[in-house]
């Protein structure tokens, strides 16, 4: 209750910007998620293949660096978005 | 809280313009790192010619125009992709040098962590690759190939064809210039709020135990972010060669 | 060592991080008041100019790319991928390929003076076999040359030797011959005269016989 009358006696500009700020963690936490297992599994696969052939270990690093990329690519655009979204 | 003072992200990252034509700081790295990499090429080109084997900064550029040649052309548009070479290796390079700014103190900000640059690297890249395959195969014949890629199933391109003209023709330099300058932010970003950490840490006077962690901490991500400059020029410049490519080779 | 360096390197930056972080911090805050003096000058503008003061407030995104960046960026990337086209790589590619010019060439003569040097060895040792085989033909012509000079020295030894024996032998017989000759005109002068002196004086047997015991004394002293 008191918590509720704590907000309602705030400026409404200074609630938005805060839950704002909660938001752009929570696009930002949220777009990671997904990106950070993903990285995992490309990495992980990646050393696998490494170990069973360190001769084409070369290739594989270039193309894990590349899946890298692609799959970063989606926790950036959550990163980006939280600068876009804005009061 | 903490007496933390976080300086809000558009002081971390603007500048002021002191020069003519709006010249600031980001546009002076870009500026210094082009003329940099002029200046290692001549001093190269000068050393190396009179040495019989390379040493020093002559080795440098020959290893690294070998690796610009073998490791991103050569595994992705093999010895046609030549023509390229100009065009990827100044890519690289400019790319490569702007971001180690990152690191170099007195400097320490990534010229790539505002967008300008990579949307126009990303904008030139996004148009060199359509203007290569329609040269190459014909407009009809490359749209055909981005839109309806064949082996799939016709009921399929309701799904495939929409998906594939978004992601060729939007997603494509929309990440690739995001995948850039976001790293570089958000090294940026991690490198200042470390920085910041460790000097509050110092002056606060019972934290001080704790501030050696955070000050190698800092140190580790400085190391980080060499490999992360270095890696985000090397996929810039790969990406591009694997769009540029694909758009040539439409087979791969 | 190497790794040493590194460290020291990595430490170097770090502490000048430190150190530069507070001053550039300061340059930023500096900045940002400026750019803030700027923003009201411009907020004024726009407040004389009849605009809405929610204007004042829009700080500019980071996401959205500012015109003098974008302009300086691409000049000097302009900038570099002239100067990369037209003179960098084309340096860079002539130096390698002199160079690997230069290699091979280097590699392709030390082959033909190796070759050559093998030629010449192989023909040495030929020069070498064949002055062996003269050397030996030569002992052997001397050895054969002394051989035969050897047998024609005996040869000529030995005819002279038998030349001289049966020569000799000649003389003896001839020796032999003229003294029979000899004696015999002797015996016959000899008999005649004994004859003589036996019919001169027909003498008795002692007589006789000292006769002829001094006549053969006669003889035989002679």
Same mark, same amino acid.
């Given at each position: ?87 | ?137 014909? +407009? ?12 799939? +199933? ?7 064809? +929409? ?86 080779? +439409?087979?791969? | ?222």
């Amino acid at each position: 209750m008191s918590a509720l009358r704590l907000l309602a006696e705030q400026d409404p500009g200074e609630l938005v910007e805060g839950l704002t700020a909660v938001g752009r963690g929570i696009v930002y936490g949220g777009a990671a998620i997904g990106p950070g297992i993903g990285i995992g599994i490309v990495v992980g696969n990646a050393i696998t293949a490494m170990a069973r052939q360190p001769e084409s270990a070369g290739v594989v690093r270039t193309t894990m660096f590349l899946g890298i990329a692609f799959t970063e690519a989606l926790a950036l655009f959550g990163f980006v978005l939280s600068f876009i979204i804005s009061g | 809280m903490l007496g933390l003072e976080f300086p809000p992200i558009s002081e971390l990252v603007e500048w002021k313009s002191f020069g003519p034509g709006g010249l600031n700081k980001v546009g002076l790295i870009y500026v210094v790192s082009a003329l940099l990499t002029i200046a290692f090429f001549m001093t190269a080109v000068a050393k190396g010619r009179k040495q019989r084997v390379p040493t020093g900064v002559a080795a440098i550029a020959e290893s690294s125009v070998d690796f610009v040649r073998n490791q991103i052309i050569m595994q992705t548009m093999g010895t046609e992709g030549m023509v390229y070479l100009p065009l990827l290796a100044t890519m690289f390079f400019f790319i490569f040098f702007s971001n180690i700014f990152e690191i170099i103190p007195g400097v320490q900000f990534p010229a790539n962590a505002r967008i300008a640059m990579p949307i126009v690297l990303a904008l030139l890249v996004w148009l060199i690759f359509n203007v290569a395959g329609i040269v190459k195969q014909g +407009p009809i014949q490359y749209f055909k190939g981005i839109l309806f890629p064949p082996g799939v +199933p016709k009921a399929l391109y309701l799904l495939v064809t +929409p998906i594939e003209l978004v992601s060729t023709l939007l997603v494509r330099p929309l990440s690739l210039s995001v995948r850039l300058f976001a790293n570089m932010l958000a090294g940026h970003l991690i490198l200042a709020t470390f920085a910041v950490l460790s000097a509050a840490l110092f002056s606060a006077s019972i934290s001080i135990v704790v501030m050696p962690f955070s000050f190698l901490l800092l140190v580790f991500l400085m190391g980080f972010e060499i490999l992360v400059s270095f890696l985000q020029a090397f996929i810039f410049t790969i990406l591009a060669a694997v769009y540029i490519g694909g758009a040539v080779h +439409p087979e791969h | 060592m190497r790794i040493r360096h590194c460290f020291a390197g990595i430490g170097v930056a770090a502490l000048s991080t430190v150190a530069f972080a507070a001053p550039a911090f300061a340059a930023e805050g500096e900045g940002a008041e400026a750019e803030l003096t700027e923003v009201q000058e411009h907020c004024i503008h726009l407040l004389e100019a009849g605009g809405d003061p929610e204007d004042c407030h829009e700080a500019p995104s980071p996401i959205l790319p500012a015109t003098n960046e974008l302009i300086w960026g691409s000049a000097a990337f302009l900038v570099l991928f002239g100067f990369m086209w037209k003179f960098g790589l084309p340096a860079v590619r002539t130096m390698m390929q002199t160079r690997e010019e230069g290699i091979r060439s280097d590699l392709e003569r030390a082959e033909s003076a190796k070759g050559e040097a093998e030629d010449l060895l192989v023909e040495y040792r030929a020069q070498l076999a064949d002055a062996r085989d003269e050397a030996g033909r030569i002992i052997e012509e001397a050895r054969a040359a002394a051989d035969s000079m050897r047998r024609d020295l005996i040869a000529r030894a030995e005819g002279e030797a038998s030349d001289l024996r049966s020569r000799a032998a000649e003389d003896i017989r001839l020796a032999g011959s003229r003294a029979m000759a000899d004696l015999q005109s002797r015996v016959a002068d000899l008999s005649i005269e004994l004859a003589e002196r036996i019919v001169e004086r027909s003498l008795d047997r002692e007589t006789q016989l000292a006769l002829v015991e001094s006549y053969i004394n006669q003889v035989g002293s002679k």
